[in-house]
């Protein structure tokens, strides 16, 4: 489910009595009383989280590769984690895809222009 401010709020599916789960409709009755959209999604908000993570412990390979990774992380729009190179190629993308797989991670095809971006500084950093 994807929550007012772009979040992915995911919900387990439980059984109740052995007659099936409680679906989509009963959990947005248990949810406060705003506007939401309920969809189904293929990743969870943690598991792209923990790619994430990932990703970053992986980026020094990818420098030494020669592909500046120069942001990623989660998106809800497509359910995945997007990264952004400083010099985007089709060889540098696909090797990213598999690596992570094409279904996880979406390559901007843009390149990152962050002028006080330094190689092999996190997007966090100061």
């Not at 995911?10 to 679906?23: A, D, E, I």
């Not at 942001?71 to 010099?87: F, H, K």
């Not at 985007?88 to 996880?104: F, I, K, N, S, V």
Request: a positive charge; glycine letters at 8%; one cysteine or more.
């Amino acid at each position: 489910m994807i929550d007012d401010c772009g979040n992915i709020q995911s919900r387990p599916h439980h059984h109740r009595n052995g007659r099936g789960g409680h679906g989509a409709r009963d959990a947005v009755r248990r949810l406060p009383r705003k506007r939401r959209t309920v969809i189904d999604v293929a990743h969870t908000r943690a598991q792209l989280v923990d790619l994430t993570i990932k990703i970053a412990r992986d980026a020094p390979g990818w420098q030494a590769r020669g592909i500046t990774l120069c942001s990623w992380g989660p998106t809800a729009e497509s359910n995945t984690v997007v990264i952004e190179l400083r010099s985007p190629t089709a060889a540098c993308a696909q090797a990213l895809y598999d690596a992570y797989g094409r279904d996880w991670i979406t390559v901007s095809p843009e390149p990152f222009t962050d002028k006080s971006f330094r190689p092999g500084q996190q997007p966090s950093d100061p």
